[in-house]
């Protein structure tokens, strides 16, 4: 004879299912979960134009344009020694070769580097200012959608229901407001004014 056709149920196994059947319904009927929505910030950056103002902005400064230059500048020169490595006969040539561009190379970084801080200065200041700025239209079309909650989409949102997106009412809401001529950074949220122009 089998074990389980003499198995009897017990009556705290009928009320444990019980509770859980009741707790699962109570959940579900009578608890007020949370709507929840995603704002994809990248397109919402780039739809309503701020990558074209950014990428203008930055060509009128000094420190671009110099850091421009010396890009430019370090790649012919390494260019150049490179075409003589392939062309160096002897193995002394080669190492003062390779000194040469191990030197361009240390020469380019140490003047490169200040350029590159006040770049990111800049972009996350533009960021700073953008979010700030768009924070009033996310609030606007999340109360208009009866939203509690609303995310910045990436790696860490797994799944969204379309429902759940709000980008596109985000973007129709900032567009018009985004295409003012106004400063890309906001001094109020403490960021520098770009130098250099």
Same mark, same amino acid.
């Given at each position: 004879?089998?074990?389980?056709?003499?198995?009897?149920?017990?009556?705290?196994?009928?009320?444990?299912?019980?509770?859980?059947?009741?707790?699962?319904?109570?959940?579900?009927?009578?608890?007020?979960?949370?709507?929840?929505?995603?704002?994809?910030?990248?397109?919402?950056?780039?739809?309503?134009?701020?990558?074209?103002?950014?990428?203008?902005?930055?060509?009128?400064?000094?420190?671009?344009?110099?850091? *421009?230059?010396?890009?430019?500048?370090?790649? *012919?020169?390494?260019?150049?020694?490179?075409?003589?490595?392939?062309?160096?006969?002897?193995?002394?040539?080669?190492?003062?070769?390779?000194?040469?561009?191990?030197?361009?190379?240390?020469?380019?970084?140490?003047?490169?580097?200040?350029?590159?801080?006040?770049?990111?200065?800049?972009?996350?200041?533009?960021?700073?200012?953008?979010?700030?700025?768009?924070?009033?239209?996310?609030?606007?079309?999340?109360?208009?959608?009866?939203?509690?909650?609303?995310?910045?989409?990436?790696?860490?949102?797994?799944?969204?229901?379309?429902?759940?997106?709000? *980008?596109?009412?985000?973007?129709?809401?900032?567009?018009?407001?985004?295409?003012?001529?106004?400063?890309?950074?906001?001094?109020?949220?403490?960021?520098?004014?770009?130098?250099?122009?």
């Amino acid at each position: 004879m089998d074990m389980n056709e003499n198995r009897k149920v017990r009556w705290y196994e009928v009320m444990y299912v019980v509770v859980l059947v009741g707790l699962l319904a109570w959940s579900v009927f009578f608890m007020n979960p949370h709507k929840v929505a995603v704002v994809d910030m990248d397109r919402v950056f780039k739809d309503v134009g701020m990558l074209q103002k950014i990428e203008k902005e930055r060509q009128k400064m000094e420190f671009y344009n110099k850091g *421009t230059a010396m890009v430019q500048a370090y790649n *012919t020169r390494i260019k150049s020694l490179k075409e003589k490595m392939d062309a160096a006969k002897t193995q002394v040539e080669k190492d003062k070769l390779t000194a040469q561009i191990k030197a361009s190379n240390e020469m380019f970084q140490q003047g490169i580097q200040p350029i590159q801080g006040q770049m990111q200065q800049f972009e996350s200041g533009s960021v700073a200012t953008f979010r700030k700025r768009l924070q009033p239209f996310i609030n606007k079309v999340a109360q208009k959608r009866g939203i509690d909650v609303v995310v910045y989409a990436g790696p860490n949102i797994l799944y969204v229901r379309n429902k759940s997106d709000l *980008t596109e009412d985000v973007v129709t809401a900032a567009k018009e407001f985004f295409a003012k001529d106004m400063p890309l950074i906001d001094l109020a949220l403490g960021g520098a004014a770009p130098r250099g122009r």
